[in-house]
């Protein structure tokens, strides 16, 4: 059974794109258009993972993280923040509120979007040609 993606954004068009590119990769997906929907979405559904856009109408993606967060079935899920705002409170905001990603859109490219959620899911193979992750520093044994 393939992962389930929920997608919430106000924009039809845009969240319809996300859409496509994630059912081409392979993943099952739901389409939100507004936080509250969104926030029930996610407490009936329990996606592997949200997409969240931050600035909607009447309850914004802010709100519908918090919200996420503050409910047992929901606190967990990963949560990929994809929004216009582009200012580093916007950012600092979204990890402390518990988001696992940042992405600015408009300028949204596929492969990189897919390649963050892989790797959030742990779901990305192993390959040469990408950089291990990297580990802390192992601490020197003391010699004897």
Not at 2 to 12: A, C, E, K, M, N
Not at 82 to 107: M, N, Q, R
């Amino acid at each position: 059974m393939s992962q389930h993606i929920l997608v919430v954004d106000d924009d039809y068009a845009f969240a319809q794109a996300v859409r496509e590119w994630l059912r081409e990769a392979g993943y099952r997906v739901t389409v939100a258009q507004d936080g509250r929907t969104g926030l029930a979405l996610a407490q009936s559904q329990l996606p592997d993972l949200v997409v969240l856009d931050v600035k909607m109408p009447d309850f914004d993606g802010w709100q519908t993280l918090q919200a996420l967060r503050e409910h047992q079935t929901t606190a967990r899920i990963p949560v990929v923040l994809l929004t216009a705002c582009d200012d580093p409170g916007s950012v600092h905001k979204c990890y402390e509120l518990g988001g696992a990603w940042f992405y600015t859109k408009p300028i949204v490219h596929p492969d990189h979007l897919l390649l963050v959620i892989r790797r959030i899911l742990g779901t990305m193979a192993v390959s040469a040609d990408l950089p291990a992750a990297a580990s802390p520093p192992q601490a020197n044994p003391s010699p004897s």
